[in-house]
């Protein structure tokens, strides 16, 4: 399984961004796509998940109602749309894969992770 995320740039603070996550070799029924962020200094966090389906998401506090996951109709791709981004929102953002039916908000519980994309927002 390979995942490419992309879209990561420099935004001032009350802009957007969208990142995407290109999922490959994918040979399982189900599973949940997941975005994460860690800020310099800080500990990696979870952002937004996604079951293949896409019934079933669930967004970090401070993502909700500003952040949102999607996949595309191929359920290869997963996007994160960030709306309102904050100078607190600036981390490196990962997308991550989880062979499971649960969306866990820990790390270690996901099996695949892609090689990140840097955010930056500007004050």
């Known amino acids: 399984v390979q995942l490419q995320a992309s879209g990561g740039g420099l935004v001032q603070s009350g802009g957007s961004l969208t990142l995407s996550c290109a999922v490959s070799?994918?040979?399982?029924?189900?599973?949940?796509m997941a975005w994460f962020r860690q800020a310099p200094g800080k500990e990696r966090e979870f952002v937004a998940g996604?079951?293949?389906?896409?019934?079933?998401?669930n967004y970090a506090d401070f993502a909700a109602g500003r952040f949102t996951i999607s996949t595309n109709g191929a359920k290869n791709t997963v996007f994160l749309q960030m709306t309102s981004l904050k100078p607190e929102d600036t981390a490196i953002y990962y997308c991550a894969v989880d062979r499971n039916y649960v969306i866990y908000r820990f790390d270690r519980n996901y099996d695949y992770w892609g090689q990140g994309t840097l955010v930056t927002v500007s004050s």
């Open positions: 070799g994918l040979g399982f029924e189900s599973y949940i």
């Open positions: 996604t079951n293949w389906r896409g019934g079933n998401i």
